[in-house]
């Protein structure tokens, strides 16, 4: 991998993201035109913005995709569904929804697998990939493991480790892990894929995700990564 991985080759596993709450038009029409320039998979946005970087990216190759529930999950499937809906109609061509959290944690395995069911349908239904936001800080192994389980049922494009923006506890990481990578994959195979997101700064970090098993990585540093390997190859 190391000694095949070209610049353009490693930009297209990158979700390249831009999710602060406060960035302005301009921000993302910089944002977007960087994110054509260097070829990225797909630009990471909240879903008010997918309209706007559907025009700014009209032209190019980019992806757009819509964060839905971000980042706690905690609203309905019905609200979540609709938020879908909207992205979609909007332009988006994937969308990475994060799991109700506090079900999983009540144990409630039935009302995930439903969430995920009825968001999963939707892409479906349009054409459009979707992924599933695990948050891995806040969960068990076990309960990891039980969410690829139910995933291996429904069958999302991507299981995702991260949002990026969880808290951490007694000294758990908040973004992507190789072992977190490494147990998803070993689940689910290649029935669905994995998707590193959060944490990952340097080439170290995404080649380590990819030699993992991760088949796409979100990322704020998608362009000092690829630098960073166009310098190692110079």
Same mark, same amino acid.
């Given at each position: ?6 610049? &353009? ?14 960035? /302005? ?31 700014? #990216? ?6 757009? $995709? ?16 609709? &938020? ?24 409630? #395995? ?18 459009? /990939? ?8 806040? *969960? /068990? ?10 995933? #291996? ?49 340097? #080439?170290?970090?995404? *080649?380590?995700?990819?030699?993992? $098993? ?21």
């Amino acid at each position: 991998m190391k000694e095949t991985l070209t610049p &353009e080759i490693l930009a297209k596993y990158f979700d390249q993201t831009l999710l602060k709450a406060y960035a /302005t038009e301009e921000d993302f029409r910089e944002f977007c035109a960087q994110s054509a320039a260097y070829h990225f998979k797909m630009v990471a946005i909240n879903s008010v913005p997918v309209k706007m970087c559907r025009e700014f #990216l009209a032209d190019s190759d980019v992806l757009v $995709g819509a964060a839905i529930g971000f980042p706690l999950g905690q609203t309905t499937i019905e609200n979540k569904v609709h &938020e879908t809906r909207q992205a979609i109609a909007d332009g988006a061509d994937e969308i990475d929804y994060v799991i109700n959290i506090s079900a999983l944690k009540s144990g409630n #395995l039935a009302y995930v697998e439903e969430e995920m069911q009825a968001i999963v349908s939707v892409c479906r239904e349009a054409g459009k /990939t979707v992924k599933v936001i695990f948050e891995n800080c806040y *969960l /068990t192994d076990d309960e990891k493991r039980a969410l690829c389980e139910i995933a #291996l049922r429904v069958r999302p494009d991507f299981i995702k480790t991260s949002t990026g923006f969880g808290t951490p506890s007694a000294g758990v990481a908040v973004g992507a892990t190789v072992e977190d990578v490494r147990l998803m994959k070993s689940i689910v195979g290649d029935a669905v894929k994995v998707k590193a997101a959060g944490g990952v700064r340097t #080439l170290a970090d995404a *080649l380590a995700m990819i030699e993992a $098993g991760a088949e796409r990585i979100g990322t704020s540093a998608g362009v000092s990564i690829i630098e960073e390997l166009k310098s190692k190859r110079a």
